[in-house]
């Protein structure tokens, strides 16, 4: 039984509650927050969605309404007009995770929302959708990296896999999925130097602030699209690079992790670099998100158009991630979208995670509060993140000052 209700609320100050779902007691947001301070960040949450039941459709009308608007158009409307994120021809890589199966990757209820929303624009889409993410090929549920055809996923059908999603939509429509996995170990150069090969491009340097050695899939998708990652859509007949086409929704899901504290959107970007590769070079990826080298990859790649964290099921288990079984996992259903990954972590992290923790009896959240500054933590290396992005000129913030929080309670979902 599904209640629908659509009541934005915007007040002052976050509190914590408790939502009844079925069989579930969690706690969850239900109060907004307006900033105090310019320039603030905008975080867009919807409360009492399963990822598949409209709540999708909230969410854009929530950011539609509060001027962020999904759908880029000549005409204006709720969640479309000129200043909109997503153009009619535009190729939107659907950053999700897929190293992990049952709870540990991107509920794909959620993403077969978001793709029909992209599908839906207003002008008619006749760009292409890709769902992308590199599990290294490596670690992972089974030691192998990522899959997008687990048999047990993150969905209310659990046998419903990326896979199948994708397969739902490319009879009739552009959508395809890529797992970059299978060219993670392969490094090339760019399209404009003559190499035409999908791999890896693999920067020359470490970036001397973080260490990291900045990496990126380049692609031909499924329909002979050219993909640079950074550079965006390759004409080979014209040999230029439309870097507007290419937008990027980073779709991650909200978790513990028992080395880097959480995994949420700037973790993420993991996905998008060679940890084999970089790691032949001297310095593996993933050694330098401790030291910020996730917001170096965001900014020296391609920033994300919008980040959208799934927070629908979480593990809440401080040292338990990122593997999350069904069993371990909380259910909080909750989506929440920013242009900002940095505030929409540090939001999340401090106001989803660290209550189901404590609702779930974990005394000790420390490894999960964006407010522990100490060397190596999670609150640490987000800050690192932070200045990264800063010093690209792209603004980011983990002051609660400088956040609006805007929330949109979308029905009450009974769980048996």
């Given at each position: ?141 089974k030691g192998g990296g990522g899959s997008f055809s ?130 032949q070079l001297g310095v593996r990826a993933h050694s330098?998100v401790g030291s910020g080298g996730m917001g170096t ?120």
């Amino acid at each position: 039984m599904l209640v629908m209700s659509s009541v934005s609320v915007t007040m002052r100050r976050p509190r914590e509650a408790t939502e009844e779902f079925g069989n579930h007691s969690v706690p969850a947001i239900v109060e907004g927050l307006l900033a105090e301070a310019e320039p603030s960040s905008d975080i867009f949450a919807v409360i009492g969605t399963s990822g598949g039941d409209g709540g999708v459709s909230e969410l854009l009308g929530l950011m539609g309404d509060h001027g962020l608007r999904f759908y880029r158009s000549d005409e204006t409307g709720r969640s479309w007009g000129p200043d909109g994120l997503i153009s009619r021809d535009d190729l939107v890589i659907l950053k999700v995770n897929c190293q992990w199966d049952e709870r540990g990757g991107t509920n794909t209820d959620l993403l077969k929302a978001l793709i029909g929303a992209i599908l839906n624009h207003p002008e008619g889409f006749v760009g292409e959708v890709v769902v992308a993410d590199n599990g290294q090929a490596q670690f992972g549920a089974k030691g192998g990296g990522g899959s997008f055809s687990w048999e047990r996923n993150n969905a209310e059908d659990p046998s419903q896999s990326i896979e199948r999603v994708v397969a739902s939509y490319s009879a009739s429509h552009r959508v395809s999925a890529y797992l970059w996995d299978d060219i993670t170990a392969r490094r090339v150069r760019e399209y404009s130097e003559g190499d035409l090969e999908d791999g890896f491009v693999v920067g020359d340097v470490e970036n001397p602030r973080t260490g990291v050695r900045v990496s990126y899939p380049k692609f031909r998708t499924k329909y002979g699209t050219y993909v640079s990652f950074k550079l965006g859509v390759w004409d080979p007949g014209r040999g230029v690079y439309d870097g507007e086409r290419l937008k990027v929704l980073n779709v991650p899901v909200l978790k513990s992790h028992r080395i880097f504290g959480v995994t949420a959107s700037v973790k993420s970007y993991m996905g998008v670099t060679s940890d084999k590769l970089t790691a032949q070079l001297g310095v593996r990826a993933h050694s330098t998100v401790g030291s910020g080298g996730m917001g170096t990859e965001m900014v020296e790649t391609r920033f994300p158009t919008l980040n959208i964290l799934d927070a629908i099921w979480v593990n809440a288990n401080p040292l338990g991630g990122p593997r999350t079984p069904y069993e371990t996992a909380t259910r909080a259903n909750i989506i929440a979208a920013s242009k900002d990954p940095i505030a929409l972590d540090y939001w999340a992290s401090k106001h989803i995670l660290m209550p189901q923790a404590r609702f779930k009896g974990y005394s000790d959240t420390s490894s999960m509060d964006p407010d522990n500054r100490v060397k190596g933590s999670f609150g640490d290396w987000l800050r690192r993140s932070m200045e990264e992005i800063k010093l690209a000129g792209i603004w980011a913030t983990m002051d609660e000052a400088n956040m609006n929080v805007y929330v949109a309670r979308h029905g009450r979902l009974e769980v048996s």
